[in-house]
């Protein structure tokens, strides 16, 4: 059963990770191609030095290109977070933002590398954003898509000479 992007916002408001920390899923486009993220500053997210707590700011980041890439690729295709890894560039404080969009030919990119079954591991920068436009922390996640076994071509046979 697939949800409207509504209802993922709305549900993932509510999700207790988010809730707790101060991230809110501000929009997340009909088409799936593009979301926001935002975190304001307050008490459950502050660090030792009174900046956001990095983990926030890591989880603010998750999971929204797999969760697109699920819904913009459909059924036929297996999609998983792979691995992440983040890189504190400046002190966050005030609301800080995350933007990600997977623009059509990306979709179709994935699509075609997939096609004959092999396994694809696309990377994306996902910039954590403070109110004057500064990036306070890059995070790199890698997705996992893979066209569903039963979708998958079969195999090449080998050449007649080749059998075992």
Known sequence: MRFSPRVI??????????????????????????????????????????????????????????????????????????????????????????????PPDEVDRLRAAAANGNKVLPEYEVNVVDAHGEVVARVIRTVYVRLRRDRRPPAAEPPSGDRE
């Open 9 to 102: 916002r709305l549900a993932m408001n509510l999700w207790p990770p988010f809730l707790g920390a101060g991230i809110r899923v501000r929009a997340i486009s009909p088409d799936w191609h593009y979301v926001r993220v935002d975190l304001r500053h307050g008490f459950a997210n502050t660090g030792t030095f009174g900046t956001h707590f990095g983990g926030s700011l890591y989880a603010m980041t998750d999971p929204f290109p797999a969760l697109q890439l699920v819904n913009l690729l459909g059924p036929d295709y297996l999609v998983w977070d792979r691995a992440a890894r983040i890189e504190y560039l400046r002190p966050g404080r005030g609301r800080v933002y995350v933007e990600t969009r997977m």
